[in-house]
């Protein structure tokens, strides 16, 4: 263990005399207790030889340690959805799109980000007049993104001063399309007349976005909702219910229309098709019995005697019934067929 003297001497060596610090009360008088009688003077010109050394080490790692923590806060990190965008005394000097590890001048320089994905915008209600006077709410959503970061900060300076001018945009190109079309023609998505709204808005909101070079770009336009006001609902409702009941008595009387004509003319074409087909009949049964007819005589003039007994007993048939009552003379030949005379 040192002892009190041995601690004396270090002090001394390492700071002499005009270094050392005075002693409190109970420290002096240790130290003249314990004081020798004849104690070793040191000079004061005498400095430790390792105090520059420890002077210069402390600098050094001070620096290296102020430059370290320089160089850590001026590191910035670039993630795959995000622009890092540079400032330099306020002015947008550079933007980073590329994923990776990059540094910016210190004191000097300072980072904004900016995503880089796509947004959704929704926007607030707005009424619109059409074409035949109506009033609708119109309530619709944007998809957009960050194309450009450095436009958008230097005209628009904000996101949110960004997504302003381009709800402005939407909603004055909605106005004007909108108000070129009937009230029906806009709640009808398969009315011709309509056509793509959304894809006509978002096309001239993006060249109105370009032209002002607000760096950002409109991917869709959508119309969520539209909706008529409360003060004047029930009687568009009431309007359109007596709209549709003449459309509907319309299309009825055009029906009934349509059906009479569509049976006259079948009617028509049934009076024709049977007369054509009689006529047909006709030509068919003459042209039978003429044939019928003919080979009858050919058969009939190969026996003249058969063909008399055969008329005769046709006419039977056509002359004699169950009640048949004739008076013939007994030497009537046909009195003498009947009674079995055959000679």
Known sequence: MMSNKNLDDFVRNLFGNKSQKPLNRRENVQQQNTQPTDPQVVPKSQKPKNIKQMTTSIVVGAVAIAILLIAITNVYVVKENEYKVVRQFGEVVKYQKTPGI???IPFIQRIETLPKN???YDMTEEEINTKDKKRIIIDNYAVWRVVDPKALISNARTLPNAERRMEEFIYSTLRTKLGQLDYEAIINDENPSRGSINGEVTEQVNELLKNDNYGIEVVDVRIRRTDLPAENEQSVYTRMVSERESI????????????NRIMA???QEVQSMLATAKKNAALITAEGESEAAKIYNQAFAKDPEFYSLYRTLESYKKTIGEDTVIILPSDSPYARLLSGYLE
């Open 248 to 259: 509907a008595q319309r299309y009825l009387s055009e029906g009934d229309a349509e059906k």
């Open 265 to 267: 003319q079948t009617d």
């Open 118 to 120: 796509l947004m959704t």
């Open 102 to 104: 990059h540094m910016k």
